[in-house]
T-cell receptor
C-alpha cells in the first residue's frame, strides 16, 4: 500500500525557522508536492520536487531524498500568516492521482 | 480570473436527501478531481476525470456519483445522504494529470448531514 507520514502539529516562533518532515512508502514514486492550507480555505501549491535535492523559493524551501523516501519543507523568517496546515502529497508513475498525507498544522507564536 | 468555482459554499441536508455539488473551471484543464476532507485529516480522492466523457473511482467513491459531459463541468452527486458524508468537499483541476502539474482547488463546499 501507499503511506505518507508527517507530524500532526508543530509550534514555532515568529521570525524563527521551522522544518516540516514527510516520509513516504509508495511503489512507483514519481514526485512530491507541498501545499499550504489556511483554516477554512482551499489548499494552494507551494512546491514540487521530482529530483533529489533542495528547491528554494523565497522564504520556503523543499528537499527530497528519493532513496530515503523523505522530504522536508523549510520555512524561514516565520510570519504570523504562515500559521496553516502543510500537506505533503505524492504522485506515482503512470498515475493521474495524488496521494495526500494528513497534513501538519503549524502554529506561529508571537 | 475565476479558476475553479464550487457551489454551494454551505449546505445542510437531512439523512436520505439527495443533492449535486457543482464544480466548473475556466482554465480548459482536462483533469478534474473531487476530494473530501474530514476534520484534522488530509484529502481523500472520491472520483476523478481525465477528460470529457471519462471518469474513474478514487479511494472513497461509495455513496457518490459523477459525470463529465463537458471539459468545464464536473458535478458530484450524493444520492442518499448519510451522516458519514458530513465533510468539506473540494474540487480541483489540473493541466496534465497529477504527475508534475499542481492542482488548482476550488474554495470548497461545507456539507452537513443531519
Amino acid at each position: 500500500g501507499q503511506n505518507i507520514d508527517q507530524p500532526t502539529e508543530m509550534t514555532a516562533t515568529e521570525g524563527a525557522i521551522v522544518q516540516i518532515n514527510c516520509t513516504y512508502q509508495t511503489s512507483g514514486f514519481n514526485g512530491l508536492f507541498w501545499y499550504q492550507q489556511h483554516a477554512g480555505e482551499a489548499p494552494t501549491f507551494l512546491s514540487y520536487n521530482v529530483l533529489d535535492g533542495l528547491e528554494e523559493k523565497g522564504r520556503f524551501s523543499s528537499f527530497l531524498s528519493r532513496s530515503k523516501g523523505y522530504s522536508y519543507l523549510l520555512l524561514k523568517e516565520l510570519q504570523m500568516k504562515d500559521s496553516a496546515s502543510y500537506l505533503c502529497a505524492v504522485t506515482l508513475n503512470r498515475d493521474d492521482k495524488i496521494i495526500f498525507g494528513k497534513g501538519t498544522r503549524l502554529h506561529i507564536l508571537p | 480570473n475565476a479558476g475553479v468555482t464550487q457551489t454551494p459554499k454551505f449546505r445542510i441536508l437531512k439523512i436520505g436527501q439527495s443533492m449535486t455539488l457543482q464544480c466548473t473551471q475556466d482554465m480548459n484543464h482536462n483533469y478534474m478531481y473531487w476530494y473530501r476532507q474530514d476534520p484534522g485529516m488530509g484529502l481523500k480522492l472520491i472520483y476523478y476525470s481525465v477528460g470529457a466523457g471519462i471518469t474513474d473511482k478514487g479511494e472513497v467513491p461509495n455513496g457518490y456519483n459523477v459525470s463529465r459531459s463537458t471539459t468545464e463541468d464536473f458535478p458530484l452527486r450524493l444520492e442518499l445522504a448519510a451522516p458519514s458524508q458530513t465533510s468539506v468537499y473540494f474540487c480541483a483541476s489540473g493541466e496534465q494529470g497529477a504527475s508534475n502539474q499542481p492542482q488548482h482547488f476550488g474554495d470548497g463546499t461545507r456539507l452537513s448531514i443531519l
